[in-house]
């Protein structure tokens, strides 16, 4: 099994949060896509032994691209690696570009799962975050979608934002609990470096919301989403049945893949490689047949942390035999020297084999990782 991660940088306008490489200069967009299927052909020796069951369109805005863009790739694609036939295909999407033609058109390429960029159903909030969409066109782009066919479709949210208040989240929640929808993602607002909500987080122009408010928008998030069947199988994930996320689960699950388009990372199990952030520097790397790309090798002490981080962040847990037969012995016996507090503060349980967080576990996920990583 193996998966294959596409980039599309291009964006509209650039939201206020977001630290991504994304370009708004749609221009080069023919360019990028001609080079991004030589990158497919010169890198179809690596995953040569495997079947691809998933491929992932991201971004960026994958939704700028057109009809003719698409096809290339998927016959590029095709043309150079063994893809599954029940392969799961994603494409993100902002709901102000899909438009009911350009639905008809994505239901008409091998696509068979959306992730819809809403973010929030409050008018206000999306001016904030400089979204394109207004609280309506999201709701109208699920069910276009719908119509069309689309049975696997995800939508983002992100909480935590500021003057978000409770009601404001729990109309969110409602909202998208209405749509009949099979998955969501939701995420806490993050100030990253070199972004405009940074800026103005700096400049004392926006107030971050406190900590306890955070952990109750958390607390409802679970509880409200458990309540309509979702499985919380990701501290930011939540499923219906049958409907997890193949593509990113496959990350957590530590299965290799390979990342198209400038700044996309690949991970082989040994070593992880990531393509320059750059459009020009990424088409003259490609067109010289050499990639310009870094390249970091994976000893045991990161894939031991990296085994705890994407583990314990699902609800599978860490596998302890697994823990024993692949890490040294020493790494074996720090992760129960350092975990056993948790165990004794019922933050993380044990089920046989199987470690996992508790529900009060969740809310401390990242603090309790971190005690366990070796630094």
Known sequence: ????????????????????????????????????????????????????????????????????????????????????????????????????????????????????????????????????HNSQTAIDSVKYCQEKGFDNISIDLMYGLPNQTLEIWQSNLDKARQLNIQHISAYHLIYEDKTRLYSLLKSGEVKPVDEDCSLEMFEMLISTLKKDGFIHYEVSNFAKDGFVSQHNSSYWKGVKYIGLG?????????????????????????????????????????????????????????????????????????FFKYAEKYFNLNYLVIDKTKVTLSHKGIFIVDGIVSDLMIV
């Open 1 to 132: 099994m193996a998966g294959i991660y596409i980039h599309i940088p291009f964006c509209k306008s650039r939201c206020i949060y977001c630290d991504y490489f994304t370009s708004i200069y749609e221009v080069e967009m023919d360019q990028y896509v001609h080079s991004c299927c030589i990158e497919i052909k010169l890198r179809k020796t690596e995953l040569s032994h495997n079947k691809i069951k998933t491929i992932y369109f991201g971004g960026g805005t994958p939704s700028r691209l057109h009809r003719f863009h698409f096809e290339k790739i998927f016959e590029t694609i095709h043309s150079n690696y063994k893809i599954d036939s029940q392969a799961e295909i994603t494409i993100e999407a902002n709901p102000d570009d899909l438009s009911q033609g350009y639905i008809d058109m994505l239901r008409e390429l091998p696509l068979n799962r959306i992730s819809i960029g809403v973010q929030s159903f409050d008018d206000h909030e999306l001016q904030f975050l400089s979204r394109r």
């Open 262 to 334: 400038p700044s996309a990372h690949s991970f082989d199990g040994e070593h992880r490689w990531w393509n320059v952030s750059s459009i020009p520097k990424y088409i003259k790397g490609i067109s010289n047949g050499k990639p310009d790309l870094e390249k970091e090798d994976i000893d045991l002490a990161k894939k031991y942390n990296e085994f705890l981080i994407t583990g314990l962040r699902t609800m599978w847990g860490i596998d302890v035999d697994v823990l024993k037969t692949k890490f040294e012995n020493d790494k074996y016996e720090y």
